[in-house]
């Protein structure tokens, strides 16, 4: 065997052994709290126990109740809302700063440094201005904040995306005798149905995770799951049943976003 040939074969040993242990440090936590929610409320989980012997859903009773499942529903309305409010704003934007021929960087330039400013910064205006408008402690509160830190990603993955399409099928439609807004509906919107999966992947995962913006916009009314999950004084839902409950739409979005970037490839 080549020199070349060993040292690919130990690249490939230690990116092997480097995925075993990330695996190990990503998964252990996860089994481990299942261990907790379907093994039986009276015996202790050591850490000799990893083969549970009886497993029961006792843990899982309070989503037979309506309170169980108020910060997963609450939570569901914020994120999908958020993800639609997104989509619907800045695919459009992108593709109106794609065609632009002038002015397109400095909007893409101050969409970043939107994202990249840190939410402590602004959330004292925008606990006042949600407070004067009546938004405060509400689930369109939360989504307009949302949507607001949301958008840079829709704009920049959307400007990615439809910046590949080549402008002469634009052109074609508009002599066609498209509008720009049936031409972006008709063409562009659907070539660029990986962008799409990909920026409403992004933004539900924001939305649906997110703690400090719905922290300090609760008061008493407007509970997501993360405020639940990190809630000591919530009696309604056990933490760990919330977390692996919580964790169920991010796979999902995780595996269409990847699946996503894979049609780009």
Do not use: K
């Not at 490939?12 to 190990?24: E, P, R, T």
């Not at 850490?47 to 609450?74: I, K, M």
């Not at 995306?161 to 972006?184: H, K, S, W």
Request: glycine share 8%; aromatic share 12%; hydrophobic share 55%.
């Amino acid at each position: 065997m080549s020199v070349l040939g060993r040292r690919l074969r130990f690249v490939n040993a230690i990116g092997g052994v480097y995925v075993v242990i990330y695996a190990l440090f990503t998964l252990l936590p996860v089994y481990w709290a299942l261990l907790l929610t379907l093994g039986s409320p009276t015996l202790p989980v050591r850490w000799g126990s990893f083969v549970p012997r009886d497993l029961t859903l006792h843990g899982y009773a309070f989503l037979r109740t309506s309170e169980g499942w108020l910060g997963f529903r609450n939570s569901l309305v914020v994120a999908s809302a958020t993800t639609a409010a997104s989509l619907a704003i800045g695919l459009p934007a992108a593709f109106a700063i794609v065609r632009s021929r002038r002015g397109a960087c400095p909007v893409l330039l101050g969409a970043l440094a939107l994202r990249l400013l840190p939410p402590v910064a602004i959330m004292l205006p925008a606990f006042l201005l949600a407070h004067d408008v009546h938004l405060r402690d509400t689930l369109a509160g939360l989504i307009v904040a949302y949507t607001v830190f949301s958008l840079p990603f829709t704009i920049w993955l959307g400007y990615g995306f439809f910046r590949q399409i080549p402008p002469e099928l634009q052109d074609a439609a508009l002599v066609d005798g498209c509008t720009n807004l049936q031409a972006f509906r008709l063409v562009s919107l659907p070539l660029a149905v990986p962008a799409v999966l990909a920026a409403g992947a992004v933004a539900f995962v924001f939305a649906w995770t997110e703690f400090f913006i719905a922290f300090i916009f609760f008061l008493r009314h407007a509970v997501t799951l993360p405020l639940e999950i990190g809630s000591a004084q919530s009696q309604a839902a056990p933490p760990f049943q919330l977390a692996l409950l919580g964790l169920l739409p991010s796979l999902v979005a995780g595996l269409v976003l990847q699946r996503a970037f894979r049609r780009r490839a």
